[in-house]
């Protein structure tokens, strides 16, 4: 059960470049988010979604875009990486039932991007 | 909009001490609080989850308290190590934006051996 899975672990980008980062879960959990987290702040969550085919915004969307065409993975895409899109990304996972009742958010061990 | 503050912001003690770490947040309409340690270069692991109905909750040397009513949450370590130095954050579950958490800025712990 491999939980959380992101890649790359680190990237460097020059300005105006596009990239996507992976995140995969194994626990077949219905919620997944994304978050940035920059120095010396607390994380903000960028999208989330509740389940395949459904994505919506969080705090701070621009410059980013999502999908999420199964289960398992939720990619973030940056489109024209700008210097302050470096930061570090966190995806995470949970199971909320229809109640609203769920369970931790399990964390992935994050993407360092470098915006130059 | 939901404000959460963790302080103190940093925090170094000698090994064996007993220590808190205090978290507060502005809307007390939250499902839960988590607390979260965060080792450097690594993704975040959960250390205890506390449901809006509940008071505390412990784990080994770990004993998380919430007052909803005040905003207010507490993380205590008892007898601490110099393997419990790490960030730790606390998030609220919200409601909106899909069950979203909102994050303090965190603790950063450091034990003096």
């Known amino acids: 059960n491999a939980g959380v899975t992101q890649t790359p672990k680190f990237r460097i980008l020059k300005i105006g470049q596009s990239m996507t980062l992976q995140c995969a879960q194994d626990m077949n959990h219905n919620y997944m988010y994304w978050y940035r987290q920059d120095p010396g702040m607390g994380l903000k969550l960028i999208y989330y979604s509740v389940g395949a085919g459904i994505t919506d915004k969080g705090e701070v969307p621009n410059g980013y875009n999502v999908s999420r065409s199964t289960t398992e993975d939720f990619p973030l895409r940056l489109e024209l990486a700008a210097p302050s899109q470096t930061s570090v990304y966190f995806c995470?996972?949970?199971?909320?039932?229809?109640?609203?009742?769920?369970?931790?958010?399990?964390f992935g061990p994050g993407t360092r991007l470098t915006v130059l | 909009k939901q404000e959460v503050t963790q302080i103190p912001a940093a925090l170094s003690v000698p090994e064996g001490e007993n220590l808190v770490l205090n978290c507060s947040f502005t809307d007390s309409a939250i499902y839960n609080l988590q607390w979260f340690r965060q080792d450097p270069g690594k993704g975040l692991t959960s250390l205890l989850l506390i449901q809006s109905s509940q008071r505390e909750q412990t784990s080994g040397r770990l004993n998380a308290s919430l007052d909803k009513s005040s905003g207010r949450s507490t993380l205590y370590i008892a007898a601490s190590q110099p393997g419990d130095s790490a960030t730790y954050l606390c998030?609220?579950?919200?409601?909106?934006?899909?069950?979203?958490?909102?994050f303090g800025a965190g603790t950063i712990l450091r034990v003096k051996s």
């Open positions: 998030a609220v579950r919200e409601v909106e934006y899909g069950n979203k958490l909102v």
């Open positions: 995470a996972s949970s199971y909320i039932n229809l109640a609203g009742d769920g369970d931790t958010q399990y």
